[in-house]
């Protein structure tokens, strides 16, 4: 089946441009988290999706930065005025759980993520 | 605080077998995940563990400790190809939702 796709793959940018980032999850996956990967780093939560309750928004770094998800579909990532620091690998995941219960139903499946370049 | 901690950097023997540590200092404690990150690749789930023990997969196998705060994975008759790193994460509680700690990883290489 599918598995998170996200897109672009690359995008080169100018210093205060803004940029949006897209993130298809697996289908039927109530979950979906943004994260950053800056080179040879270690992965940073920036916010998560939980079906229609409100996102945990607790990672992210400036108020540059904005997410958005219709339901259970798909997720953008906008980043205002980008700034050379916010060069970096944006990786999207999706689980089919993201709340109280246990289990390996929330193994995160993770997208090919976008590579952010900004000049 | 939340906290993981994770070796850097691991060098190993092509067959051999090799323990990767991984200790936590976290809040809410509900589970710890390994993944595997090939270079320029997204992370891919290993093993998930939520009670004391071992769980095996194959090569891979996965130990917990909670009272400890403490896991380990390890990797049997190693090949080229798990050359990777190795992410630590636990899963925390977040208010009324659940988020994970990532560790920064542990860069394995294989050697022939």
């Known amino acids: 089946g599918a598995g998170v796709s996200q897109s672009p793959s690359n995008k080169v940018t100018e210093k205060g441009k803004d940029v949006e980032l897209r993130c298809d999850p697996i289908s039927g996956h109530t979950a979906l988290y943004w994260y950053r990967q800056r080179l040879g780093q270690g992965l940073e939560f920036l916010i998560y999706?939980?079906?229609?309750?409100?996102?945990?928004k607790s990672g992210l770094p400036s108020d540059r930065f904005s997410a958005e998800r219709t339901g259970e579909s798909v997720s953008t990532l906008t980043i205002q005025r980008t700034q050379q620091e916010d060069s970096a690998v944006y990786l999207c995941?999706?689980?089919?759980?993201?709340?109280?219960?246990?289990?390996?139903?929330?193994?995160?499946?993770f997208g090919p993520g976008t590579r952010l370049t900004v000049t | 605080g939340q906290n993981i901690d994770q070796p850097t950097e691991m060098t190993a023997t092509e067959g051999a077998i090799v323990q990767i540590n991984c200790t936590y200092q976290t809040s809410g404690f509900n589970g710890l995940f390994w993944y595997q990150q090939h270079a320029g690749e997204a992370p891919t789930f290993l093993s998930y563990n939520v009670l004391d023990g071992l769980e095996e997969k194959g090569r891979f196998s996965s130990f917990l400790s909670r009272s400890k705060g403490y896991s380990y994975l390890l990797l049997k008759e190693l090949q080229m190809k798990d050359s990777a790193s190795y992410l630590c994460?636990?899963?925390?509680?977040?208010?009324?939702?659940?988020?994970?700690?990532w560790g920064l990883g542990t860069s394995l290489a294989v050697n022939p």
């Open positions: 994460a636990v899963r925390v509680n977040a208010g009324n939702n659940r988020k994970l700690i």
């Open positions: 995941a999706s689980s089919l759980r993201g709340g109280l219960a246990g289990g390996s139903a929330y193994e995160q499946y």
């Open positions: 999706f939980q079906g229609n309750s409100a996102p945990d």
